[in-house]
């Protein structure tokens, strides 16, 4: 069973173009968390998604960022018109089940896209 | 809002030092999991605390759950330098949120 995949592990992006960063979540997995981690930082809240909807994306900048969690395929964060503040390391998690306060679940990490903005 | 803070901050010791690590809030929390971080790599779980004043131990780590739920540690026993990381705690709140984390140099 593959853990939670993503790609690119790097992406180097200029000022203004957009960010693509894609997760695929384990296998039965159904429930998608992305958290932005800057340097020296712990991990941050950005948005959990659940097949074909968004959960709470009360962690994620209202203005250029999105996300989305098809029926089929990964699950993609896009940042329109990045900025140099938008460099940092996202990584995307995956979980059986919600990780609510009511369940015992683990939630995966995948490796990461470090985005760096020139 | 429920935060988790963490102390300290960063922590260099020597090779076979023991060491406690923190993670605390002002709310209570269902369970605390703790995860570690190493350079490059995403957070891997070590282990989730669900019961108050649990104590669970993982070879030469010690975790334990405050009785009133709302703060746990983190003990390592004879560290060694691939103990070296980045140590998060983390726990459902508004949304599953994390700590700002202790990073851990074991020297040599």
């Known amino acids: 069973n593959a853990g939670v995949m993503q790609n690119p592990r790097h992406l180097v992006r200029r000022r203004g173009q957009e960010a693509r960063l894609r997760c695929s979540p384990m296998?039965?997995?159904?429930?998608v968390y992305w958290y932005r981690q800057l340097p020296e930082e712990g991990l941050k809240f950005m948005v959990y998604l659940q097949k074909e909807n968004i959960i709470d994306e009360s962690g994620m900048p209202k203005e250029r960022f999105s996300a989305e969690f098809p029926k089929e395929g990964p699950s993609i964060l896009r940042i329109q018109q990045v900025v140099r503040g938008d460099s940092a390391a996202y990584f995307c998690?995956?979980?059986?089940?919600?990780?609510?306060?009511?369940?015992?679940?683990?939630?995966?990490f995948g490796q990461g896209t470090r985005l760096t903005v020139v | 809002t429920q935060l988790l803070e963490q102390s300290p901050q960063f922590l260099s010791i020597q090779e076979g030092e023991n060491l406690t690590v923190y993670c605390n809030s002002s709310?209570?929390?269902?369970?605390l999991q703790w995860y570690r971080q190493e350079p490059g790599e995403g957070p891997v779980l070590l282990v989730t605390v669900v019961t108050g004043g649990e104590v669970k131990k993982l070879k030469r780590l010690t975790f334990q759950f405050g009785d009133a739920r709302k703060d746990s540690s983190l003990h390592i026993t004879a560290a060694q330098p691939g103990d070296t990381g980045l140590y998060l705690c983390?726990?459902?709140?508004?949304?599953?949120?994390f700590g700002p984390g202790t990073r851990l140099s074991v020297l040599p």
């Open positions: 983390a726990g459902y709140g508004q949304n599953f949120v």
């Open positions: 998690a995956s979980s059986p089940a919600p990780l609510t306060w009511k369940a015992n679940t683990e939630a995966f």
């Open positions: 709310s209570v929390f269902s369970s």
């Open positions: 296998k039965g997995h159904s429930h």
